[in-house]
C-alpha cells in the first residue's frame, strides 16, 4: 500500500486527512491509530494566530456542510513549540498547511518549518475561500498561483503539495500553472463557496455570510476535476472532496489520483480515514492488484 | 472519550414532542453537563451528528438515558427509531459542571429541555436543599418533571400561558429566589440564558451556562462551535474565542460576550 | 404572488419548473394542475432534433444527481408543430429554452418561436456542458456570452431570459454581460460538471464520462451565486438548484430571485412545484408579507 | 397513473435477500409487466425512487404486491420499512407484456428477482400450458417460486451450483423447450436477456424481454433511461433511442442494439 509521492515523500498507505478536518492529529488519538494511515495534514498554519471568524460559523446541507471557520489557527511557532512534539512519537507522515495573505507571509511560514525534521512535506493553500484579504486572488488566477509556488519552492526542499480550489473556470490552467511553478503534488479540492439563508429570520445561517460546501454533496465535482487534472499533468495527485468510505476513495484513485484526503468525514466518524484504508487493503486483495500505483488512473475511459 | 455503537433499549415518548431514549453504551466518569453525539443515519443526509446532553448513567455505567425534543429533520429520524436498533454515540464530550462545595446555594434554572444536564444534580443535591427552576410552555409539558420532582428536590416552575405556577418567565422565578451567595447552574434557549445571566449578575451570584452551538465534530478540531469570551483579564477588547464542545458546554457567564451570541 | 418580471413576462406566481426536468410540460397533467404554477421551461430546444447521448445517462449522487442527457430534444420545429399546442389549453406561461451550436443556430430557433403567441417567452441557455461544440465555450465567456444575447435580441421582442453556468470563476462577471447585451432577466444556475466512477468495472458510470449535477447537494451554492449576482444587476433574478420544498425557493427569494425553477424535484414528486407554490403562499400569510416583490432580496446583510 | 402515499401491509424476508412487500394503494387497470416508482426516503439520501415491478393486484384492485432483492442503498432502506409506515408511489408505470392471442406457446424466463412481471401472467396462463423457466443462484433461493408453483404453471429451474433443477444457465433450458411459434418472454440480468434473445433469434421465435436502465423520473421526461433502438425500417444505420420507462420496460426483443447495452 505504500505510495511514493516523489520530492522525498513516501507514505506508507495513500490516505491522509484533510486540513482543517483533523486539528493537529494529536485529538484523534484516542479514536484510532494514527499510525495506521499514511499522514496527517495540520489546521492551515500562518504566520500569526488567528482567531477566525464570529460564529455561527458552520451549518448543515444536503449531504454536507458549509463552513466559514476563517482559517483560525495556533500560529506557526506554536504549531512547532506545542504542537509538534507530541506528534514525534508517531510515525505516520506529518504535512503542514500553511497559508498566507502575502507571498511574504507564506515563505515566512515555509521557512520557519523548513528545519523540522517532524515536518515531512508542505501543503501550499492557494485558494481558502473564507479570508478576504488572503488566499482566493492566489487560488483563482494561474499567476498568481505560480507565483506562490515559485517564492515557497525556493525556501523549501521539503515536498511541496499545492492545494487548488474549484472555483475556477478551468481547473486543469491552475494545475498546469503550479506544476511549472515547482509543485511536487497536486492536491485537489478545496471547498466550493456556498450559502444558506435562514428563513426564518430572513438572514444569511453564517456569520460571514458565505463558507466553504464540503463532504459528499461535492464528491462528484471533486472526481471530475481529479479526472482532469490528471489527464494534464505529470505530478502526483492527491484527491480530496466527500470522501466518506473506501470506495468514496477508490473512484478518485482510479480516477487519477496517487492518495487521498479524507476531511468531513473525520467528524461524523472520526476512525473514518482507518476505515478507508482498510476497504482499499481488501479491494487491492479481491480484485488482485499488486499496488496502488497500479491502480492510480486505471478508468477505462 | 469513544465512538462506540450502541443498543437502544427503549425510545419512548414523553409529552408534546419529547423522547426519552436509553441506551446501552458502557461509559465511566460521565457527569452532569456531559454530553453525547448520536449519528442518526447511515447516509449523508443528515450528515452530522447531533448533540445530546446526558440524563442519567443506567446501570452502573452499562448505558445512558437521554431526553430530546423533535424539532427538526435529526431528532425527527431519532424519534422513528426502535428498541433493538443501534447507533452511533461519540462521548461523553465537553467539561460538564464543577462540583459544589455548596450544593446548599445550587439554584437550578432550565427552560424546556434543558433539564437535561440536570436530573443527575437534582438525586445528587436534592438533600442539601438545592432548588430547581423550570420554564415551560405550558402544563401538559409538565411530564417531563416526573423524574426530577421524584427525587424530592424542590421544583418551582413558570409557564408561558400560566396553565401550571406562575405565568411568565423562568427568570421571574429566579428574581424571587437569587441571593449573593447562590450559585445558578442554567441550561436553556439562548435568549433564557442571557436573561438568566443578568439577573444573576445583579443579584451578585455566581452563574454557569450550558450553551448549545452548531457542532460538527464535538471534539475541538472542527472550529466550528466557537463562542466568544473575555481573556483572562476580562478587559473588553481581550477577548478570544472558546469551544463550546470542549471548552464548554458549562461557561461562567461572566466569560461569555452575550451581544455576539445569534 | 403575481410577479413581473419586465419584458412583457408576468408570472401568477414565482414557481417555474427548470428546462429538461419537466418534459414539454403535459406529461404531468396527470399529477397536477398546469395552472397553479407560474410558468413552464420546455426542455431545451435546437434548430433540428437531437438523439442525445448513449446510455447510461444519469446516475445518483449523495443527495443528487448527474446527467448526460445531450439535450435530446425533438427540435423546434415539432415543438411547435406538436407539443406546444397542448399547452394551448392551459393558462400557465411557456417559456422556451433554446440553445445552439453556434450564434446563428440560437437566431434561427429563436425566429421560429417569435411568432408563436404560445411562447411567452425565451430562456437562452449559454451552458449546457453536455454538448462538446456547443454551449460551453459561450457560457463561461463574457464577451462569447454577451455575442449570443445581443444576436438573440436582435431577432426577439419576447422577454429573454438568459440561463447562467455556475462553471466559472466569477459568475458576476458573466452575468453583467449579459445584462448589458440586453437580456431582460437571468436564471441560475445551470449544472456542474461533475463526474462518478463505478469502482466495480473501473469505468465512468455514465457513457459521456461526465454529467452536470443536479439537486439538493448544489443548492447552497446556487443561493450563494443568486446572492452575489443580486448585487451587481438590475434586471430580475430567477432562482434554480436543488429547490425541493417551499423553504428552499424561500432561500433564493429572500437573497435576491424574484422567482425560482424546480429542476430534478419534478422526479422525486411529480407536484412538487405546486407545493413549493403553496408553501410560498403559507408563508407569506405567517409571516405577513404583503407580495413576493417584498421577500425578494430582503434578507438582512 | 397517480403518485399516492401507500400504507404498508407487510414488507416480509423470503429468503436469501428477497423481500415481499404489501401496498395499500389502490389501482386498476395493471397489467403484468408494469412497473411502480417508490420513495424510499423523505430526506435527499438517497434521493432518487426505486423502480419496482408489480408482482400482484391485492384485494381487487385495493393493493399492490412486489418482490425486491435487496441490493444497495435504497433496497436496505426500504428492507427496514416496517408495516403501517408510509411511503410514495409513482405509478403504474411502463407498457407491460402484450396480451397473447397464443398463450399455450408462452415460455417465460425469468433470471432472479426477474420473476416479478410472471407471476400475474403465471395465474392466467397456467391453465392454458405456458411454461416457467427460472435461473437461480442456488437451492436455497428456490423459496421465491412458492406462489409461482401454486399456479400450477410448468416450472423448469437450472442453479448456478446445480443444487436445483440443471446446472449452469437458464438459457439452456431454453435451448430445449424453445421452438418456431414459441413466444418468449423474459426478465432478469441484462446479460441473461442478451443470451435469451439469441436463443430465441436461433430459434426462429418471437421474444419480448423486460429491460432495466438507471431512471430518474419513470415518465419520460428526464430522458435518463434511454436504450438504442433500430427504427422502423430495421437497418442498421437507422436507430433511435428509446425510453424504458415509457416505450418499455418490454421491448421486442429484436428492437435492441443488444451491443451497445452497458
Ligand atoms: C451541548 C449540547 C447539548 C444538547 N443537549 C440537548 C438535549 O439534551 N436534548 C435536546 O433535545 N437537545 C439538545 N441539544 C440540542 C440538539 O442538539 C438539537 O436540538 C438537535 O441537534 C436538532 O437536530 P435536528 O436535526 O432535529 O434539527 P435541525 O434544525 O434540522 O438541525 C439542523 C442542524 O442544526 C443543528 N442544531 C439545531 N438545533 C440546534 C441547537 N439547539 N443546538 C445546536 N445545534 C443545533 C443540528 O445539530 C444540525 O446540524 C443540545 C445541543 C448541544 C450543542
Ligand atoms: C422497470 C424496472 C423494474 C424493476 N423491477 C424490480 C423488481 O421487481 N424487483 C427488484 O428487486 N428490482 C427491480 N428492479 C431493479 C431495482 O430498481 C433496483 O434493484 C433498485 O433500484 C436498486 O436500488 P438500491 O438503492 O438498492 O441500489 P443502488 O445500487 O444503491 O442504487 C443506485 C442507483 O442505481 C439504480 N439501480 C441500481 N440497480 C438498478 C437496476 N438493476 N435497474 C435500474 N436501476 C438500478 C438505483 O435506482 C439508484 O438510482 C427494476 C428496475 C427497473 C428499471
Ligand atoms: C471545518 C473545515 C476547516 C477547513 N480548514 C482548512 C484549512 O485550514 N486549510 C485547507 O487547506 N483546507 C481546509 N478545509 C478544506 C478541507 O481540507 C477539504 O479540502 C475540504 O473539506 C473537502 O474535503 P471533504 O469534503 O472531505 O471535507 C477545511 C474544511 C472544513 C470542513
Ligand atoms: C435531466 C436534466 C436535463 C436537463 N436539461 C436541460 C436543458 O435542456 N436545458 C437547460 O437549460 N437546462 C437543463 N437542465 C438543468 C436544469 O434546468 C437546472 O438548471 C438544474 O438541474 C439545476 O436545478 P435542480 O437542482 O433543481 O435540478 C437539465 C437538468 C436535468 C437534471
Ligand atoms: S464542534 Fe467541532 S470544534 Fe466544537
Ligand atoms: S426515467 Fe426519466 S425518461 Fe425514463
Chains 1, 3 share one sequence.
Not at chain 1, 479570508?131 to 525556493?154: H, S
Not at chain 1, 490528471?230 to 466527500?242: A, E, F, M, N
Request: positive net charge; charged residues 20%; hydrophobic residues 40%.
Amino acid at each position: 500500500m505504500s505510495v511514493n509521492l516523489g520530492g522525498g515523500l513516501r507514505l506508507s498507505n495513500p490516505v491522509l486527512t484533510a486540513s482543517g478536518t483533523f486539528g493537529y492529529g494529536i485529538e484523534f488519538a484516542p479514536f484510532m491509530k494514527l499510525n495506521a494511515i499514511g499522514g496527517i495534514l495540520t489546521k492551515g498554519l500562518s504566520l500569526l494566530p488567528r482567531e477566525g471568524n464570529p460564529a455561527p460559523r458552520i451549518v448543515e446541507t444536503p449531504s454536507g456542510m458549509l463552513n466559514s471557520i476563517g482559517l483560525a489557527n495556533v500560529g506557526v511557532d506554536a504549531f512547532i513549540n506545542e504542537k509538534l512534539p507530541k506528534l514525534k512519537k508517531y510515525k505516520t507522515k506529518v504535512i503542514a498547511n500553511i497559508f498566507g495573505e502575502t507571498i511574504s507571509e507564506y515563505t515566512k511560514v515555509a521557512r520557519k518549518l523548513e528545519s523540522e525534521k517532524g515536518v515531512h512535506a508542505l501543503e501550499v493553500n492557494i485558494s481558502c475561500p473564507n479570508v478576504k484579504k488572503g488566499g482566493i486572488g492566489f487560488g483563482t488566477d494561474p499567476r498568481e498561483a505560480a507565483k506562490v509556488v515559485r517564492a515557497v519552492r525556493k525556501v523549501t526542499k521539503k515536498h511541496m503539495m499545492v492545494k487548488l480550489s474549484p472555483n475556477v473556470t478551468d481547473i486543469k490552467l491552475m494545475a498546469k500553472a503550479v506544476e511549472r511553478a515547482g509543485a511536487d503534488s497536486i492536491s485537489l479540492i478545496n471547498t466550493i463557496p456556498g450559502m444558506v439563508v435562514d428563513v426564518n429570520k430572513r438572514r444569511p445561517m453564517l456569520a460571514m455570510k458565505m463558507g466553504g460546501l464540503s463532504g459528499p454533496a461535492i464528491k462528484p465535482i471533486a472526481v471530475r476535476m481529479v479526472y482532469e487534472v490528471s489527464k494534464v499533468v505529470s505530478v502526483p495527485i492527491i484527491g480530496i472532496g466527500g470522501i466518506m468510505t473506501a470506495r468514496d476513495a477508490l473512484e478518485f484513485i482510479i480516477a487519477g489520483a496517487s492518495a487521498v484526503q479524507v476531511g468531513t468525514a473525520n467528524f461524523v466518524t472520526p476512525d473514518a480515514s482507518v476505515k478507508v484504508v482498510r476497504g482499499i487493503e481488501d479491494y487491492l486483495m479481491e480484485e488482485k492488484i499488486g499496488s496502488i500505483k497500479k491502480l492510480t488512473g486505471s478508468i477505462i475511459d | 472519550m469513544k465512538n462506540a455503537s450502541a443498543t437502544i433499549l427503549y425510545n419512548k415518548p414523553l409529552t408534546s414532542g419529547y423522547y426519552k431514549l436509553g441506551l446501552g453504551w458502557k461509559n465511566k466518569g460521565v457527569r452532569p453537563g456531559h454530553f453525547v453525539m448520536l449519528r442518526v443515519s447511515g447516509g449523508s443526509d443528515p450528515l452530522l451528528r447531533r448533540a445530546l446532553g446526558v440524563y442519567d448513567v443506567l446501570r452502573r455505567g452499562q448505558g445512558i438515558e437521554l431526553i430530546y425534543k423533535v424539532v427538526g429533520k435529526g431528532t425527527t429520524i431519532l424519534s422513528n427509531m426502535e428498541k433493538g436498533e443501534c447507533l452511533d454515540v461519540l462521548g461523553p464530550l465537553g467539561n460538564g459542571f464543577k462540583k459544589l462545595k455548596t450544593p446548599e446555594k445550587l439554584i437550578m434554572v432550565a427552560g424546556g429541555v434543558g433539564l437535561a444536564p440536570f436530573f443527575m444534580l437534582a438525586k445528587e443535591h436534592a438533600k442539601h436543599g438545592a432548588k430547581f427552576l423550570m420554564g415551560l410552555r405550558t402544563k401538559a409539558e409538565a411530564k417531563i418533571l416526573g423524574d426530577i420532582k421524584a427525587t424530592g428536590i424542590k421544583v418551582l416552575c413558570s409557564t408561558d400561558d400560566g396553565t401550571l405556577g406562575t405565568r411568565g418567565f423562568v427568570t421571574d422565578l429566579l428574581k424571587k429566589e437569587v441571593k449573593k451567595d447562590s450559585i445558578v447552574y442554567a441550561c436553556g434557549p439562548m435568549g433564557m440564558l442571557k436573561s438568566v445571566a443578568m439577573v444573576a449578575k445583579e443579584a451578585g451570584a455566581c452563574c454557569y451556562v450550558s450553551l448549545e452551538g452548531a457542532m460538527a465534530c464535538g471534539i475541538g478540531v472542527c472550529l466550528g462551535c466557537a463562542v466568544k469570551t473575555y481573556g483572562a483579564s476580562h478587559k473588553p477588547g481581550d477577548t478570544t474565542y472558546n469551544m463550546v464542545c470542549t471548552d464548554g458546554p458549562v461557561f461562567n457567564s461572566e466569560d461569555i460576550l452575550w451581544d455576539e451570541l445569534g
